[in-house]
Each structure stands twice: as C-alpha cells, then as structure tokens.
C-alpha cells in the first residue's frame, strides 16, 4: 500500500461480541475520519470463560480476517482476548494491534490518589492478573482489587441496562460490595459491556470513587500511534464502517443500533472457521 492507500485504510476492531462497540463507539467519537471494520465473534461467545489456547486460536483467526480487510492497525477491543492473546498475536503478525487493558490501566494509575485501584472484568480477565502486572509495572506500590463480575455481560446482552431494574442492582450490590467498602479510589470497568451499566456502577460506588473506561482511553491510545506513524486518515470525504459477525446478525444488529450513534442497516455474517 501506498502513503495515501494506507491513510485510507480502515482501522480492525473485534470482540467476542457486541461489547466492543463501546470502543468502536469512542474510535468514531475520536476518529470520526477513520473508516472501520468490526468483527464480533458472536457464535463463539461468551470468550470471559474460556481457555487462553482458544482465545489465542480465535485471535489469529480474526486478525488474518481482518487483514483480508486491508486494515492498517488492530483494536482488540475485548478485555478478555487482550489478557489471553495480545503480547502472542503482536509478535506474530506485522500489523499494530493495540489493546484495551495497557490503556486502562495507564489511566487508573494516573487518576489513583492512594494507590488503590480497582479492576472488575471477567473471570479471564481476572485470572489472568494481566491488568495487577500492568499497573504495577507503572506503579509498583499500587494495590490491585480485582472482582470477576459474570453475570454483568448477560445483564447487558438482555437489555437490563436501560431501565434501571431490581435485578440489575442487586447483582451490582452482590459484586461491588466489597470493592464499595474497600480503600479503592479508582476503579476501572475492564469488560467492553460494563461502559453500559457505568451510571448504575457510578451510583452504587458514589462520587469517592473515579470511574475509568479503557475503551475512551484505547481510542485515545489508536490516535496517537496514528499521528506517529503518520496513517490517520485527515479528510472526511466519506467514511465507511463495516460489520461482521460470526453467528445471530440480526440481534447483533439491533444492539448495535442502540449502542452506535450511526444507523447500522448491514451485518455480514462469515464462518470465521475459514480463515
Ligand atoms: N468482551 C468481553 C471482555 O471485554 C466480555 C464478553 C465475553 O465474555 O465474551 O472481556
């Protein structure tokens, strides 16, 4: 490609599902000149419970996906597969491929006060500790608590976001207790879904405690890396957003729709086994 083919070349962005449209949402708020390819890998979700052999296998075979797509760098815009495959897919292919989690954690560490942070993600996620280790490669006197909160992604894929429900707060009150009563001061939301219950996490944790959403901060991140390497895409002559799915296009259509400020009228569904 060409200085001008590769300023015009669409930026990737996956997830195991709809989650990552949150920071498909941010890139457009950001980047609003970038084109976009999504892929949401809907037939093999949820990825929070899986092993990282198979979050890695399910990487390669979306970035060698998205490569047929031309893109010019690649947001893995999953906390999960980021823990599991992001440092073994960046030494495979030649592509940038950012995460969310370096992000993330980067600006908890900058919003902390006392050095107590918060992380709630997946059980991957979690397990993984990769958001403890980033943090503490920042600041190696911070305290991490980390909480895996399953049930959220569900609560999210079922629309109980909305209107705020009994169910909703009671398994916020379930998870979030502990983190509520703790010392923490900042607490980063590290699963692509939580941005959508962030008023319902802001009013049970109160004002003490800073909220941080790696998908704005991932966005910010993909800008930067962009302006260095001179790729971002300056004129907004037409932009052009993509969507992909594995499985189940139409519910992943209308989710879209109410995520996305940006009417999405087509989801391409492939077999992702394929590539
Ligand atoms: N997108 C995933 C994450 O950010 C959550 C959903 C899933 O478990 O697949 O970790």
Redesign the pocket.
């Known amino acids: 490609m060409n200085i001008e083919e590769l300023k015009r070349a669409p930026i990737g962005v996956f997830?195991?599902?709809v989650?990552?449209l949150t920071v498909a949402r941010e890139i457009m708020r950001q980047l609003p000149d970038e084109n976009i390819v999504y892929f949401g890998d809907t037939a093999r979700?949820?990825?929070?419970?899986k092993s990282k052999e198979s979050i890695i296998r399910f990487s390669r075979q979306i970035i060698r996906f998205l490569q047929t797509k031309n893109v010019k760098a690649i947001v893995i815009?999953?906390?999960?597969?980021t823990a599991m495959a992001l440092e073994t897919v960046q030494q495979e292919f030649d592509t940038p491929i950012i995460g969310?989690i370096v992000p993330g954690a980067r600006a908890a560490v900058q919003e902390t006060k006392n050095k107590k942070i918060g992380v709630i993600?997946?059980e991957?996620?979690i397990r993984s500790n990769m958001y403890t280790r980033v943090i503490r490669e920042i600041e190696p006197e911070a305290e991490v608590l980390g909480k895996a909160c399953p049930l959220f992604?569900p609560l999210v894929e079922e629309g109980f976001v909305k209107n705020y429900s009994a169910v909703t707060e009671e398994v916020i009150d379930i998870y979030l207790r502990e983190m509520r009563e703790s010392e923490v001061d900042t607490m980063i939301l590290?699963?692509?879904?939580y941005p959508l219950l962030r008023s319902a996490i802001i009013k049970y944790m109160g004002d003490r405690v800073h909220i941080v959403n790696p998908a704005y901060e991932a966005a910010m991140d993909l800008k930067k890396i962009l302006n260095e390497r001179n790729m971002n895409h300056e004129s907004g002559e037409y932009n052009k957003y993509e969507f992909y799915v594995s499985d189940a296009a139409e519910k992943f259509k209308q989710f879209a729709n109410s995520v996305l400020p940006y009417d999405v009228k087509y989801i391409h569904q492939i077999n992702i086994e394929e590539y």
Do not use: E, F, K, Q
């Open positions: 997830d195991s599902g989650g990552g979700l949820p990825y929070g419970s815009a999953c906390n999960t597969a969310v993600g997946t991957g996620t992604v590290g699963c692509t879904h």
